[in-house]
């Protein structure tokens, strides 16, 4: 299982927004199939009565998805970026970027993680760096710094402008490529590689931290603001002062 988060700076707040999140999930393993604004989720999900739903989804909504993981979306008004967010997930890393593209092109994304491998008798309580979480991730957390490395990183403008398109490119990772306009880092060849191949994954995970700088992740610096983020410029209205 993994979780996947998805930052970006233009708004998800309102019907249109909500309505488009959800025709691009049309089909996908992040398709709803309950929704409600809280737990537990029982109001069935569908297309044909997708009023109902976006009354959810301009309160903030959780969701079911057809994986039988769990999705949701945040809104900040303090901070830049909204948040997509899913929990125990199962979709290959191929279809996380395959969807990532389609909300790229309608909201454009600053920083997406996919991470968190979960199989077994494995439990979150067990990972290293737990406080240093990407689960959830979400402004309040990305403009203090980079929680740690996730197993699948796509990075947007913002990110490509601070550790350099060419930079990511040539990190010590599995596979490193351009997709669109965005840049996509895979740190291992399989997304088990956590659990069963830890000492391996996390050595990786410290080199491509090394390799992009230590000052922009928040594990290198426990306890502190990094010294290195993107200059994030609002582009969804500011809240009224």
């Given at each position: 299982m993994m979780d996947l988060s998805i930052l970006t700076r233009s708004s998800l707040c309102?019907?249109?927004?909500?309505?488009?999140?959800?025709?691009?999930?049309?089909g996908t393993p992040f398709e709803p199939v309950k929704i409600e604004e809280y737990e537990p989720i029982r109001t069935r999900f569908s297309y044909e009565e997708i009023d109902a739903a976006?009354?959810?989804?301009?309160?903030?909504?959780?969701?079911?998805?057809?994986?039988?993981g769990l999705g949701g979306v945040s809104f900040s008004k303090i901070y830049p970026h909204d948040c997509l967010f899913f929990w125990d997930l199962k979709a290959t890393p191929v279809e996380v970027l395959s969807w990532v593209r389609i909300l790229n092109q309608m909201f454009p994304v600053d920083f997406a993680s996919y991470s968190a491998v979960v199989t077994g008798d494995v439990k979150r309580s067990d990972y290293r760096d737990t406080?240093?979480?990407?689960?959830?991730?979400?402004?309040?957390?990305i403009v203090r710094g980079v929680p740690t490395m996730p197993w699948l990183t796509i990075c947007g403008e913002p990110?490509?402008?601070?550790?350099?398109?060419e930079n990511l490119l040539s990190a010590p990772v599995a596979k490193a490529e351009e997709v669109?306009?965005?840049?996509?880092?895979?740190?291992?060849?399989?997304?088990?590689?956590?659990?069963?191949?830890?000492?391996?994954?996390?050595?990786?995970?410290?080199?491509?931290?090394?390799?992009?700088?230590?000052?922009?992740?928040?594990?290198?610096?426990?306890?502190?603001v990094v010294d290195k983020i993107p200059e994030f410029e609002w582009v969804k209205p500011k809240p009224e002062q």
């Open positions: 309102g019907r249109d927004a909500g309505q488009a999140v959800f025709e691009s999930m049309k976006l009354d959810i989804w301009v309160e903030k909504p959780y969701w079911k998805t057809v994986t039988k406080v240093y979480s990407l689960s959830m991730l979400n402004s309040r957390a990110y490509i402008d601070m550790w350099g398109r669109d306009d965005l840049v996509v880092l895979q740190l291992t060849e399989e997304m088990s590689d956590l659990v069963k191949r830890p000492d391996y994954f996390w050595d990786v995970r410290n080199q491509v931290i090394e390799h992009l700088g230590a000052e922009s992740f928040q594990v290198s610096n426990p306890g502190k």
